[in-house]
């Protein structure tokens, strides 16, 4: 009843558009009928035939890779930041009405989407990877080509790299490059379902993006070493980085459905404000443009408004979410009206890669307790665009599946985003552990998670022996005799060190970014003792994927070098994998008995690999 309530006014204030009558449905790949398969596969290669028409406003005349194109020209503003989920979902939007205009896919339907995480232990088996659909997961060829499919070496050409992104100088330069590691595991339904329980955007989009970090492990996993879809750039080559970002979209829309305000909250920080649509601020808001395609962000809030009109079919990776307490909702939460003007004749946002890749922020910003902390993803993004390429060995690099950084070539290769370390302030309300609520306790007390804002309570100009603290503010920053810089957080009985000649850039609660004159961001985090993996007595120890019929495998750890590599906490990620594996080991302890997974193999007519 309250939420009808909530729905009359939405529509009374014009919130809810009699315009999306009839939304279309975007179903999960494995509940399509093979004509349906079949007729997807067809849109996709005549898109894919379409010559590239430079602009990005009407999608009837978007080419295939048209998408690529903008998606790696905008890599570095679209990700790892506040207009990640918009970003996408404008691109998904205009991607199914392009596919629509080719005759093969019908108005009625929205894109497939692919819930790998209610196959996680057994991905590699979808008919997805099909020669009848869009070929195999892994590669014979010496080049790591697709061979199989439709769009398979021969039949379909990778688009254009002038920028250099794909960072590909050797062996054939035009075929799609796949090679999954099949015997990876990708993130569980039962563990991604957490990141459900944020009660703001900025949380959401922070637990996601840096703890849970399913996005990430999807392209990298399914991508494979030197794969297109593993590249954040020009991972838009595969058929596949729609089926995954379909799914992308449906999680932040599980989200949203939660509670009607969730359905408008939108804040945090863009990449910069050197942000081509941002007006010179690094503030998200809701009246900006996202890059690329002619929408606002309030355009894209809502799928069933004046603008989108699709929604999410029910997929077997829906695990009921713990419930949340949703915020007040108001009709003023809803959306604006816009305040920022587009040239309607400038349909292209593209900007060169010289204006995007900077290293450094002119003015430290002030930065929420709770905004996304994107430095990590700066990194690669920044490496990608100076043409520094690295070849991340994520999976197959060893027996164990450990990355080694002797396995990372110095150049020559595509970038590989996996993982971040922010907490963030997330409060984890599901059942756990003794063990694990006592380490993860322990570990949210020594990263520390609060709201407010960090605000400088003291810049020494000369040597300072005692900071000037001031009340209600959250770190002082102090210069001391040797030239190195204290964070002492005010809150939180912990310190970060940065050393001398370093210039701050920004503080964060888990980290400070700061960099020497001229050079890359570094970050610096507060010493911490790693939480240690406490085996479960009831769990069995290293599972195997597919070798029972409920029990769940660990998806693999990132090594300190990596993280490291990444100006990742080797620490953090450690910590977290640990915390991972104790939840792995307790859901197989009940060996079925309390449920199992949608990705138990008992539910996939299980047989023993």
Known sequence: MIMQTLLAVAATAGLVSAACSNPRIRMEWHDMSPDQKAAYVRATVALASRPVSGQYDDPTRMAWHDFVQTHSRNAYWAHGNAQFYPYHRAMMWQFENALISTGE?????????????????????????????????????????????????????????????????TGDLTCLRRNARSGAVLPDATEITRGLAPNTYTEFTGYNLDNGNYHASGHVTIGGDG????????????????????????YWWRWQQQCQAFKYDYEGRLK??????????????????????????ADLLESEGDTLCYRYSQSKGDVTPQAVSCPAFTTTSAVPKPTTSRDPSDTNTDRPTETSGRTSVP????????????????????????????????????DDGQVSIQDIPTAGGDIVVFGRDELESFSDAETTTDAEAATETEF?????TATGTLTATAT?????????????????????????????????????????????????????????????LKRFFPAMPVIEYVPNPEAPQEVVAGSHPCHLAYPDPITCEYAEAMNMSCDMVTSKHALLKMRIDEFNAANCQNGTSPSSLVNHGWSAM
């Open 105 to 169: 896919w019908p108005s009625s339907m929205g894109v497939p989407y692919f819930d790998w995480s209610a196959m996680s232990q057994n991905w590699w088996t979808s008919d997805i990877f099909s020669d009848q659909y869009f070929g195999s997961a892994t590669s014979k060829d010496k080049d790591g080509c697709v061979l199989t499919g439709a769009f398979a070496k021969g039949k379909y050409k990778v688009a254009d790299d002038p920028e250099g992104s794909r960072g590909i100088t």
């Open 444 to 448: 949210a007390s020594r990263t520390g």
């Open 227 to 250: 794969g297109d879809l593993s590249n954040p750039s020009i991972s838009p080559n595969d058929p596949l980085f729609y089926l995954h970002h379909g799914f992308v979209d449906k």
């Open 272 to 297: 910069s404000a050197d942000d081509p649509m941002s007006h010179g601020s690094d503030q998200a808001s809701k009246d900006l443009y996202v890059n690329s395609y002619p929408f606002i962000v």
């Open 363 to 398: 003015v430290r910003p002030t930065v929420a307790a709770n905004s996304l902390d994107d430095n990590w993803l700066n990194v690669a993004l920044v490496r990608m665009i100076e043409k520094k390429k690295v070849v991340w060995k994520v999976g197959g690099a060893s």
């Open 460 to 520: 020494a100009t000369a040597v300072a022996t005692e900071p000037a603290a001031k009340p209600n503010h959250l770190y002082v920053e102090t210069r001391n005799a040797d030239n190195s810089t204290t964070i002492s957080y005010t809150n939180f009985h912990k310190t970060i060190e940065v050393p001398a000649e370093y210039e701050i850039v920004a503080v964060y609660l888990s980290s400070v970014t700061a960099q020497l004159p001229g050079g890359p």
